[in-house]
């Protein structure tokens, strides 16, 4: 079996991984990018690999996503759509990069940007950016704005599940939805 891809991406603190933790679907293995790209760096958290240079933040997306571009099976992939430093949009991959990956959909886990911010000031196991809600409405956007061209650029489908506070198992019984649609 080639290897088929769905993204799940999300602006830090929407809620993604979590949402992901309630998905199971057999035969769907759920990866994250960050951890992937942790191998080929000698940093110990994702949240560490923003302070990489571009030139090596972009190197060490490439070696992973080539690794994983060698597997087979359907896979899930847990990521960015881009990555925040400063002022700073980097895209969380090329559409080249995702060619390699049998890219079937993509699914944006969004919610409001207060509800972000309080997710990311009660969330201690992480090392994330102090953001306004300005700061974070418009990184949802440059989010949503990269989801686009990649969807149109490559011809697949996106889909955006709201994780609304208290509703984590309504977006993760609509995530996987989604994804059990895509993989037919």
Do not use: C, W
């Not at 993509?106 to 992480?126: F, V």
Request: cysteine-free.
């Amino acid at each position: 079996m080639a290897l088929k891809t769905i993204v799940v991406a999300g602006t830090p603190g929407a809620g993604k991984s979590t949402v992901l933790s309630k998905v199971s679907i057999p035969k769907v293995k759920i990866v994250n990018l960050g951890d992937l790209m942790l191998r080929y760096t000698k940093l110990s958290d994702r949240d560490s690999l923003r302070s990489l240079p571009i030139k090596e933040q972009i190197k060490t997306r490439y070696k992973a996503i080539n690794d994983l571009s060698k597997k087979s099976g359907i896979f899930v992939v847990d990521t960015h759509l881009t990555v925040k430093k400063n002022a700073q949009y980097l895209p969380g991959f090329s559409t080249n990069e995702l060619k390699k990956l049998g890219l079937l959909g993509i699914i944006y886990i969004d919610a409001k940007s207060e509800d972000i911010i309080r997710r990311r000031q009660k969330d201690k196991t992480r090392k994330r950016e102090q953001e306004s809600e300005d700061e974070i409405s418009m990184q949802r956007l440059a989010n949503l704005s990269i989801m686009a061209a990649i969807s149109t650029e490559l011809n697949v489908p996106f889909f955006i599940v709201s994780n609304n506070e208290g509703e984590l198992e309504k977006a993760a019984e609509e995530a996987s939805h989604i994804i059990k649609e895509l993989i037919l």
